[in-house]
């Protein structure tokens, strides 16, 4: 059997020698939130919900019914509309809240 050495090697360096060619590594930060994801996920909430409100009565869904068949070229243009706004609100308070959440310089 050889004899133990009692002394300590010195640790190697933390990061290797090879990696300082491209420069310091980025200090973590904290994960990003990410925005779209939330909004949208609420959006597909709420429309579920009003999914669900509409067609677990049936006083509910035949008023339903009922709008949807008799809306004519006027009524669909005013729902797509509204449906484009919608979508232009998602997308702008998307925008705001990443700006937001974003480090100042």
Do not use: C, H, Y
Request: net charge positive; no cysteine.
């Amino acid at each position: 059997m050889s004899e133990e050495n009692d002394e300590t090697l010195p640790l190697p360096e933390a990061e290797p020698a090879w990696l300082s060619q491209w420069g310091k590594a980025p200090q973590r930060t904290a994960p990003r939130i990410r925005w779209a994801g939330i909004i949208w996920g609420l959006m597909f909430l709420a429309a579920g919900w009003f999914a669900l409100w509409t067609l677990t009565a049936a006083a509910r869904r035949s008023a339903f019914s009922g709008w949807i068949l008799t809306l004519g070229d006027g009524g669909w243009m005013i729902v797509a509309a509204f449906a484009l706004g919608g979508l232009l609100l998602v997308l702008g308070l998307i925008a705001a809240l990443r700006a937001a959440s974003r480090p100042r310089a």
